[in-house]
């Protein structure tokens, strides 16, 4: 559904805008209606469509509260979720807790990964992408099943 990598700004307000070349699918899938989030396993946000939020929040549902680590996930996401909606300019507001959270101050790397976007500070971003593509094949182990099905 989403995908591609592009810079965006914060402006003074804390508001982004989202790439234009989202906006009219947005309109479609949820009417602009969206919920901001932080991401438990790396320092950036999630910005769900409304009606993907609802099925992540269906599963946060059904996971104990007697796993810690499930419980936490559920604390932290659902605790920070913030419901935003596109203003006529085509921005959101992050809230200052989320900014702080993120590190986020001025430049955003906004990046689609299908079902939802990550907003990145741009040099958090480049710095763990440049991590990242360092340790490729240098013995992390073997690749789950599902990303081995990627290359058939």
């Known amino acids: 559904m ?3 990598i592009q810079p965006v700004c914060l402006d003074a307000k804390g508001r982004v805008g989202i790439p234009s070349r989202y ?3 947005l309109t479609s899938v949820c009417a602009n209606a969206l919920v901001l989030t932080l991401n438990p396993l790396d320092c950036c946000l999630w910005l769900y469509p409304l009606p993907e939020w609802e099925k992540i929040d ?3 549902q059904e996971l104990s509260d007697f796993d810690i680590q ?3 996930t ?3 996401m659902r605790g920070y979720a913030t419901d935003c909606e596109l203003d006529g300019q085509g921005r ?4 200052e807790a989320l900014r702080a959270f993120a590190d986020i101050e001025k430049h955003i790397m906004f990046i689609g990964q299908g079902n939802k976007f990550e907003l990145w ?3 958090a971003w480049n710095k763990n992408r440049d ?3 360092d340790k490729v094949g240098k013995g992390l182990g073997d690749p789950s099943e599902p990303l081995r099905r990627l290359s058939l």
């Open 2 to 4: 989403f995908r591609g």
């Open 23 to 25: 906006r009219e699918r």
């Open 58 to 60: 269906e599963k946060l």
């Open 70 to 72: 499930s419980r936490r």
């Open 74 to 76: 559920k604390q932290m």
């Open 92 to 95: 959101i507001l992050i809230p």
């Open 121 to 123: 500070d741009e040099s």
């Open 131 to 133: 991590d990242w593509l």
